[in-house]
């Protein structure tokens, strides 16, 4: 399972939340800080960020915003998939995005993450140092080569997190990669999922299959109906042609 370290500082409203990093923006009007419900891990990561007017003392909570990941492999760098917030901030004064880390940090190799922001004349860029993506044992984030054309996809998963016993949702992303530094969602592709539990040796009723629900996330159900190890088994498809029928994401229920 995925555990979680709040952040603790007392000064700090979002304590619910895990503080990842903070900068000032290149010409030092915004103060920007970098949130998640988790430590960052290889997968589909919700994001927040607070973006505080330096000079006004207030916080920003409309602005347009656009997020530039970039692991820096020393002989290359590439981006990886993103969701940009909208315009205005949620009820916490927290703009909600997201970012596929589509590899996790290792030794020299990591990631930082440029934060453009537009609001009213002000056009400037904060720039993030991710301390760490990490792997998870149970991985989130699977890979698929398409035997069609050699397109590589990016799968995703968003739902379930907190698993239960019984019907859980069940969403996926799906991005692909046109080149280094862009991954546009997938938006034309049927997914089956077939959930099992290989100790035991069956499966379970009333699943429904993911479908597209726009920007590259697939919605559906997954029952599952004992605590133990799951094995998801996911068959990807694009205009009836399989692009794989072996992929599969472990969760177990404690």
Known sequence: MWSCEKNEDPNDKHTELVQIATALTDEQAFEVTLYANDTLFEGYNKLFISIVDVSAEDQVTDANISLKPIMDMIDMVHAAPVENPPVLANDDDLFEG??????????????????EIKTGEKNETAFLEIPEVRSL???????????????????????????????????????????????????????????????????SPNNVHPVHSGN????GKVNFTMTGWWRIHMVIKKDGQILTDDAYMDITLE
Not at 216 to 219: A, D, I, S, T
């Open 137 to 203: 044992y149970e991985a989130r984030k699977i890979n698929v080569i398409s035997p069609l054309d050699e397109t590589k996809y990016f799968v995703s998963l968003v739902e379930p997190i907190k698993v239960e016993v019984g019907i859980n949702d069940c969403e996926f992303t799906i991005h692909y990669k046109e080149n280094m530094m862009s991954f546009p969602p997938a938006e034309d592709l049927t997914v089956e999922i077939e959930p099992e539990m290989p100790s035991m040796d069956h499966g």
């Open 98 to 115: 997201a970012v596929v880390f589509i590899m996790p940090s290792s030794g020299m190799m990591g990631w930082t993450l440029d934060i």
């Open 216 to 219: 590259g996330h697939y919605e």
